[in-house]
């Protein structure tokens, strides 16, 4: 297993960028894909980005593709979410996941999340 650390989430205005990083432990990480979730107040989680162990191959929510971009370095064991453009829509609790499987909706390990917030 890993274990997840979220950061780099804070107060922004419409139209900035941010950008996450998710921390993991142990020496497993590239075995793993990584995803973004998030959750708004009072809505449930909803997935944001998802990419494999190598990097090579990421996919998006329709509602943030073109403005999103997740990435990742195992020699750093950290997976990056790069956030343009944002919106007030965007804020939300940001959760970073890890599973072996690729693409999946079953997910082994979670961070704690970050908190984004876009001001309007």
């Known amino acids: 297993q890993v274990q997840l650390d979220e950061s780099g989430g804070g107060l922004v205005q419409a139209g900035g960028s941010l950008r996450l990083s998710c921390a993991a432990s142990?020496?497993?990480?590239?075995?793993?894909?990584m995803y973004w979730f998030r959750q708004a107040p009072g809505k449930e989680r909803e997935f944001v980005a998802g990419i494999s162990w190598s990097g090579g191959s990421t996919y998006y929510a329709d509602s943030v593709k073109g403005r999103f971009t997740i990435s990742r370095d195992n020699a750093k064991n950290t997976v990056y979410l790069q956030m343009n453009s944002l919106k007030p829509e965007d804020t939300a609790v940001y959760y970073c996941?890890?599973?072996?499987?690729?693409?999946?909706?079953?997910?082994?390990?979670w961070g704690q999340g970050t908190q984004v917030t876009v001001s309007s």
């Open positions: 142990g020496r497993t990480f590239s075995s793993y894909a």
């Open positions: 996941a890890a599973a072996r499987v690729y693409p999946t909706k079953e997910y082994e390990n």
